[in-house]
């Protein structure tokens, strides 16, 4: 027998496959962490632009008209307000025509 040659282990198909399988799993599971948390951020970034948009078109109402808008119905037809209703329910509270109504965003989904 020559001593500088050594027999080989022979390793089940189950032990090769260990270390690359392990290694796809942990980088999916990194890509699929990723992606949920820039969805998560996208979704609260579309949320707080959305609420932007109703308040500055009401003010905008508000420096036309001389009154703010009396409901959210009003923004949509004279001011071109539109978000998905599906998405998002907007809840709009008018105190009187020379307040500041209250509004307030929520997420559907």
């Known amino acids: ?3 500088f040659h050594k ?5 089940s198909l ?16 990194f890509l699929w962490v990723g992606i949920r948390d820039a969805s998560d951020a ?13 308040q500055r078109s009401v003010v905008h109402c508000y420096a036309v008209e001389g009154s703010y808008p009396p409901s959210l119905e009003y923004l949509k037809d004279h ?17 009187g025509s020379n307040m500041m109504p209250d509004i307030t965003v929520i997420p559907l989904q």
Not at 7 to 11: A, C, D, G, L
Not at 14 to 29: H, I, K, N, Q
Not at 42 to 54: F, G, V, W, Y
Not at 83 to 91: A, C, E, F, P
């Open 1 to 3: 027998m020559n001593r």
């Open 7 to 11: 027999e080989r282990k022979k390793h």
């Open 14 to 29: 189950a032990g090769r496959l260990f270390v690359p399988l392990l290694s796809f799993a942990a980088v999916m599971l």
């Open 42 to 54: 996208a979704s609260a970034e579309q949320e707080k632009s959305l609420k932007n948009a109703i």
């Open 79 to 95: 001011y071109g307000l539109t978000y998905d209703g599906d998405r998002y329910l907007v809840d709009y509270r008018i105190f």
